[in-house]
T-cell receptor
Framework: NAGVTQTPKFQVLKTGQSMTLQCAQDMNHNSMYWYRQDPGMGLRLIYYSASEGTTDKGEVPNGYNVSRLNKREFSLRLESAAPSQTSVYFC?????????????FGPGTRLTVL | GQQVMQIPQYQHVQEGEDFTTYCNSSTTLSNIQWYKQRPGGHPVFLIQLVKSGEVKKQKRLTFQFGEAKKNSSLHITATQTTDVGTYFCAASTNAGKSTFGDGTTLTVKP
């Protein structure tokens, strides 16, 4: 099993450009998440999807949109990138059942907006 | 929303010294998880605590959940260079979302 995969690993954008970050998991998990991590800071939740077909805003959703394409895939879109969106983006998945709350993280996408 | 405060932000130790990071919440938590993130890496799950007063050990790591389920700690005995990284606590809600603390970054001097 590959676990959680993310593409691309690195990206440089100019202000105003758009892009989509891709995430896929092969663990048959119900819930998926997008976080951003700024230097020296923790993880802030952008959007999450508790189950296929549903998405909800997290702590910092402005400037982002998401799509839960199917159970495996959860994409994050920046419509008009801004320098404030320079960050490392992590996708995570979670089984969704009661009990264990462990989240599995992808390797991250390092995004720079000039 | 739920907030989780973590202290200290940074800790520098000599190899062999002990290390502790603390996680505090103003509200009662249903459970708490701990994650480790190596430099340049992604967070990796270490453990979950669920019961009031729970103590769990993983080799040199000891995790505690407070009696009131509002705080938790991670203690590393006799640190090694392989322990370097940032340690995060995370509190989850019934919806499965987790609120992460800002982490404690540990550096170990050989």
């Amino acid at each position: 099993n590959a676990g959680v995969t993310q593409t691309p690993k690195f990206q440089v954008l100019k202000t105003g450009q758009s892009m989509t970050l891709q995430c896929a998991q092969d663990m048959n998990h119900n819930s998926m998440y997008w976080y951003r991590q700024d230097p020296g800071m923790g993880l802030r939740l952008i959007y999450y999807s508790a189950s296929e077909g549903t998405t909800d805003k997290g702590e910092v959703p402005n400037g982002y949109n998401v799509s839960r394409l199917n159970k495996r895939e959860f994409s994050l879109r920046l419509e008009s990138a801004a320098p404030s969106q320079t960050s490392v983006y992590f996708c995570a998945s979670h089984q969704g059942a009661s009990g264990r709350s462990e989240q599995f993280f992808g390797p991250g996408t390092r995004l720079t907006v000039l | 929303g739920q907030q989780v405060m973590q202290i200290p932000q940074y800790q520098h130790v000599q190899e062999g010294e002990d290390f502790t990071t603390y996680c505090n919440s103003s509200t009662t938590l249903s459970n708490i998880q701990w994650y480790k993130q190596r430099p340049g890496g992604h967070p990796v799950f270490l453990i979950q605590l669920v019961k009031s007063g729970e103590v769990k050990k993983q080799k040199r790591l000891t995790f505690q959940f407070g009696e009131a389920k509002k705080n938790s700690s991670l203690h590393i005995t006799a640190t090694q260079t392989t322990d370097v990284g940032t340690y995060f606590c995370a509190a989850s809600t019934n919806a499965g979302k987790s609120t992460f603390g800002d982490g404690t970054t540990l550096t170990v001097k050989p």
